[in-house]
């Protein structure tokens, strides 16, 4: 009889090293189903295979983006200071609200569309669970950017996410522009790992959810991977969606512009991909930013 207790566990992913360490190649596949499972085709899925990433316009129509607006809108007016769910810039502007679907039956229920979560079934190939959900706000002359970095070198460091098989899905509220803060990706840097050098401080999120420190690549492994990679710019009016896989290089600038940008932030994991124990930090951080709790989607647990 086997005793779990003494079970090797295989990090193919190490960060958070004490040293610089080479890049190391993707194991797994970017698309896991087939044109057949869901709404994208062939060019859509050798696309996002390539690059990392896929822009779906109006892909959530004007209804939609006018009622989550309004959504947003309430949420900021009645969002307690005191909620840990609710991330504010140093001036005191909200940044981000995590776990917006448990403030909002509207947000629930986008989740849900034609467009949304069948695209996520299709790309990891297997049912999911919502990892992490959060609205994004860049307020006009004030919104600060997010510094380069992977999504799923936190997801692996921090929240014991263990292999690539996640996917988010961006929802625009607000034009983007490309003046006005707009994602900026490396397409094709999804197919390298970058391990980054820093132990994880104590309770990290505290901070890095309102600047990254932790978890970035050294400026010189950045300058490599943008000239490997280049540097494609995401903009596109509102509603427009943008799946991109969970370890694409990404980043934003900081908005000076009047013009604010605002979206809805889904991460969809797969359920054969549960959390375990994270491989760079003593602790797993809160429920808000890392669900543990990975049973197949249903519409029914989603508002409380």
Request: proline share 8%; aromatic share 8%.
């Amino acid at each position: 009889m086997s005793d779990n207790r003494f079970v090797v566990r295989e990090d193919r992913y190490p960060t958070r090293l004490d040293e610089p360490a080479d890049p190391i190649p993707r194991a797994e596949p970017t698309v896991w189903g087939r044109e057949p499972d869901g709404p994208l085709d062939q060019a859509d899925l050798q696309s996002i295979a390539a690059d990392g990433y896929l822009i779906r316009r109006s892909a959530v129509g004007d209804n939609w983006v006018s009622t989550l607006r309004d959504e947003l809108n309430r949420i900021g007016a009645q969002a307690d200071p005191r909620d840990p769910r609710i991330i504010r810039e140093p001036s005191g502007s909200i940044r981000s609200v995590f776990q917006p679907h448990l403030f909002s039956d509207v947000i629930a229920e986008v989740i849900t569309l034609d467009t949304v979560l069948p695209v996520a079934r299709q790309l990891l190939g297997s049912d999911v669970y919502l990892h992490q959900a959060r609205i994004n706000l860049m307020p006009g002359f004030t919104g600060t950017g997010f510094y380069w970095h992977s999504d799923f070198e936190t997801w692996h460091a921090e929240d014991g996410m263990p292999a690539m098989r996640a996917v988010s899905c961006s929802i625009s509220l607000t034009d983007n522009f490309p003046y006005n803060g707009s994602l900026m990706v490396m397409p094709g840097s999804h197919r390298t790992f970058y391990p980054c050098v820093g132990a994880t401080p104590r309770n990290n999120h505290t901070s890095s959810l309102v600047k990254q420190e932790i978890g970035v690549p050294s400026q010189a492994t950045l300058a490599e991977a943008a000239a490997r990679h280049g540097i494609d710019q995401v903009t596109g009016p509102a509603g427009t969606v943008l799946w991109f896989d969970s370890n694409l290089m990404h980043g934003s600038g900081s908005n000076i512009t009047p013009f604010p940008r605002s979206n809805v932030f889904l991460v969809f994991n797969s359920i054969e991909n549960q959390l375990v124990s994270p491989f760079g930090a003593e602790g797993s951080r809160p429920e808000y930013l890392a669900a543990r709790d990975g049973r197949p989607f249903s519409t029914l647990s989603l508002v409380q």
